[in-house]
């Protein structure tokens, strides 16, 4: 039987809250069993602790602030989100990283509340989930200032979510002792992202879909859900020239590495 790890997906979304249930019905046919599930900011903490109340055997749920959430307040922003940690149970610090994408005006507040929210992860001994667009060198700068910091004796785990970036990329991230996240952008034609990671051995990968986003072929354009984690699961056993249990088995094994669950 196969079992696929979806290891970052928004079902708490309001774009689920007409079919929650069916949605995760159609994910269970198609294997797709464990779900974890990063908070965005600190209106999103009741509906992400709702999923967590009703289905506590399949959603597993993160704490974090995302970078696009950052602003001024980025000082109050951290301590909800702390007081958060420190109330309930989670088993990683994300979505956390830097998005220079849309808007720079707050690079300075987004990399203290990554910082601050890497500390929180080695403090407590979680993996982190990290978003990053148009960053990567940012990124790396900050890891480097972590590692020469504080806590220095500690090693980073966790998952470089929607990796699409080129071999020396991930290897470096491999290096740190970062997984790839590989989502739907793995089964868009032109993205690049095939040919990068068949030279990355399964061993360093995760499954994911960022539902309701980047939907995967052959639903691009679609809401995302989780269910269409098959076909990315598919898309990376061609690339692997392997079997589909193959994939699970190994990617599934992964996170429960990283998460401990």
Known sequence: MIILSDTHTHLYAPEFDSDRDEMLRR???????RFFLPNIDDTSIER????LEKY????????????????EQVDTQLELIKAELDRNKYIAIGEIGIDLYWDKT?????????KTQCLWALERDLPVSIHCRNAI??????????????YKDKSFKGIFHCFSGTKE?????????????????LTYKNSGLAQVIAD?????????????YLSPVPMRGKRNEAAYLRFVAEKLAE?????????????????????GV
């Open 27 to 33: 994910a269970e046919q198609y294997g797709v069993k």
């Open 56 to 71: 506590p055997h399949h959603c597993f749920g993160m704490m974090g602030l995302h970078p696009c959430s950052v602003n």
């Open 106 to 114: 707050f690079i300075e507040a987004q990399k203290k509340a990554f």
């Open 200 to 212: 990355i051995d399964l061993k360093y990968l995760v499954l994911e879909t960022d539902a309701p």
């Open 137 to 150: 060198n940012e990124i790396f700068q900050l890891l480097e200032e972590l590692k020469t910091e504080s």
């Open 48 to 51: 992400l602790q709702q999923m």
């Open 169 to 185: 990329e991930a290897q470096r991230l491999i290096n740190y002792g970062f997984y790839l996240g590989i989502g739907g952008v």
């Open 239 to 259: 690339i692997k020239q392997c079997s589909l249990f193959e994939v699970a088995e190994v990617t599934n094994q992964n996170s429960i590495h990283i998460f």
